[in-house]
């Protein structure tokens, strides 16, 4: 299967949403090309690191976030 494809299964039943936050390991972050020397990714930085996309599972609409606003905003766009 593709690693871009999600199953998810929970007892029969379809979750609203399925949420990918994003590592920000040292690892990671040297494998991505950046400076993990800098302040900017200090480990304060990586313990306030609020990013990643969610999608809605029943509309297919998904979202990058970067704050814990724009999270809770999408989710209240497609609360029922």
């Not at 690191?49 to 297919?60: K, N, P, S, V």
């Amino acid at each position: 299967m593709p690693s871009n494809v999600a199953v998810v299964r929970r007892n029969g039943e379809m979750p609203a949403f399925l949420v990918r936050f994003w590592d920000v390991s040292k690892p990671k972050l040297v494998a991505r090309g950046h400076d993990v020397s800098t302040h900017g990714l200090s480990r304060r930085f990586a313990k306030h690191y609020f990013a990643g996309e969610i999608q809605h599972l029943q509309t297919g609409d998904e979202r990058i976030f970067h704050s814990v606003a724009e999270f809770h905003a999408f989710v209240e766009k497609h609360r029922v």
